[in-house]
């Protein structure tokens, strides 16, 4: 055969191939990947006029509640009955996971009282949350009471701005809260987190958003200083 012929046959068939691989990329839509969660979850970006990111921001989380009812708030303290049984006092968090051991040890039979200072076992505040201190006696979950931390810093923006607050620390819908008045001294009933938060980004001056939860879906909230 002749050479230019031959030529000329080859590129006809490369470009036939090329045409074939052309059609079908096109038939192959674009796949997207997305991120699918359950729960509530908020995240966002913080960044100056320009657009650069704002690292090491502290942002804090406060709830809102509503009123359920005037029933009786939990009782934090568990009746000891035999002073030979081991007790075990502990914090937990949402995710059952232990976050700090406040008493152990045996207590004389009558009542015992642990309360939680709202810090984590090597003595930092812990983020807005709900978490439940567990009397436990001799390996058995003897009574529990919630405790529902709401203002502290929950989050941080990283190197590049940006800041999640997960599910554990959004716990729309937890009853009971027992909510007293500022000066402790009276008890206004028992409420229920509602789909309201408020963040505060500490700036200065400082920044506040407030914001309603969507179950399943990511609230945004950027910032710009």
């Not at 038939?27 to 966002?44: C, K, M």
């Not at 989380?61 to 934090?76: F, H």
Request: proline content about 8%; charged content about 20%.
């Amino acid at each position: 055969m002749n050479p230019v012929v031959k030529l000329l046959a080859r590129w006809h068939l490369v470009s036939v191939l090329v045409l074939l691989v052309l059609a079908c990329e096109r038939e192959i839509p674009p796949v997207i990947e997305t991120e699918s969660f359950s729960g509530y979850r908020i995240e966002g970006n913080v960044s100056d006029r320009l657009g650069n990111p704002v690292r090491d921001v502290p942002i804090a989380l406060s709830y809102d509640y509503e009123l359920v009812d005037d029933a009786p708030p939990p009782s934090k303290t568990y009746e000891v009955v035999d002073e030979n049984k081991s007790i075990r006092v502990a914090v937990y968090d949402r995710e059952n996971r232990l976050l700090r051991l406040l008493f152990q040890g045996h207590a004389s039979p009558g009542p015992l009282l642990v309360e939680w200072d709202q810090r984590d076992n090597i003595g930092n505040p812990v983020p807005s949350g709900v978490y439940s201190v567990q009397y436990i006696a001799d390996s058995q979950l003897k009574m529990s009471y919630p405790v529902t931390v709401s203002g502290a810093v929950t989050a941080r923006t990283d190197t590049l701005g940006h800041y999640v607050i997960p599910d554990k620390n959004l716990p729309v819908g937890f009853y009971p809260v027992p909510l007293y008045s500022s000066d402790g001294r009276n008890y206004l009933g028992s409420y229920r987190i509602s789909s309201y938060v408020i963040l505060e980004f500490q700036l200065e001056p400082k920044r506040v958003a407030g914001v309603v939860l969507v179950k399943d879906q990511v609230t945004r909230v950027d910032i710009k200083v």
